[in-house]
């Protein structure tokens, strides 16, 4: 079946560490988002990239980082620069760069600092 | 930029009532808008879209939309609603930044559906 997948579902992250979330797709689709979801504060887009090896950042990029070095994957790495990174995690893609086509969403990523 | 606003929170209808949940949009040329519903704990899926053409666009489940440019509007609505539609909508808007596409999302509306 093609379609987003996002891992892990569930991270916990201790103060001052790393993580990395992780998107892959298989729909071939030339852009990837991700987005971070706040309760009450809808989806705030972090970096999108619309083809492999250049990203752009969204509007709450800092403490973030994303690479692109294959079509099909769009890691997110959450730096202990993140202050406040416990969130719902959204990445998703779409087949074109044009804007016009839908975009299709993973199940998401909870990470949640301990 | 280009940005959409939900103005509800939350709305509630009862079953088998129909159901509006609002979106107005601010954008500098042509809108390209789009729907969204999210179930707990999910990811998000697309229910419709407006690029051009009708200005009543219909979708999945049974949803559609009416894009009035007068109004700036694209309100999603649903003429019977039902209990499994209870779930959190939001509306979104292409902008185009620097020769760049991305989606920008409103707040969200959560509908709840009761018996």
């Known amino acids: 079946d093609g379609g987003i997948t996002q891992s892990p579902k569930y991270l916990f992250r201790k103060e001052g560490q790393n993580v990395t979330l992780s998107c892959e797709q298989n729909?071939?689709?030339?852009?990837m988002y991700w987005y971070r979801q706040d309760p009450g504060q809808g989806l705030r887009l972090i970096y999108y990239s619309q083809i492999v090896n250049d990203f752009q950042k969204g509007d709450i990029a800092e403490g973030y980082s994303v690479s692109r070095e294959k079509k099909e994957s769009f890691p997110l790495t959450v730096t202990s620069a993140q202050k406040n990174p416990t969130a719902f995690y959204l990445c998703?893609?779409?087949?074109?760069?044009?804007?016009?086509?839908?975009?299709?969403f993973g199940q998401g990523t909870r990470l949640t600092v301990v | 930029a280009q940005s959409v606003a939900q103005p509800e929170d939350q709305v509630n209808v009862a079953e088998g009532n129909p159901l509006t949940v609002k979106c107005t949009y601010s954008?500098?040329?042509?809108?390209?808008l789009f729907w969204y519903v999210q179930y707990p704990n999910r990811g998000l899926q697309f229910l419709l879209k407006y690029i051009t053409g009708d200005n009543l666009v219909k979708g999945s489940y049974g949803f559609e939309a009416e894009f009035n440019k007068s109004q700036t509007s694209f309100h999603l609505k649903k003429p019977s609603a039902l209990v499994s539609d209870s779930a959190l909508y939001f509306c979104?808007?292409?902008?185009?930044?620097?020769?760049?596409?991305?989606?920008?999302f409103g707040a969200g509306t959560r509908l709840a559906v009761h018996p």
């Open positions: 979104a808007v292409r902008d185009r930044e620097g020769g760049y596409n991305k989606l920008i």
């Open positions: 998703a893609s779409s087949r074109d760069t044009g804007g016009w086509t839908e975009a299709f």
């Open positions: 729909l071939n689709h030339d852009a």
């Open positions: 954008v500098s040329g042509n809108p390209y």
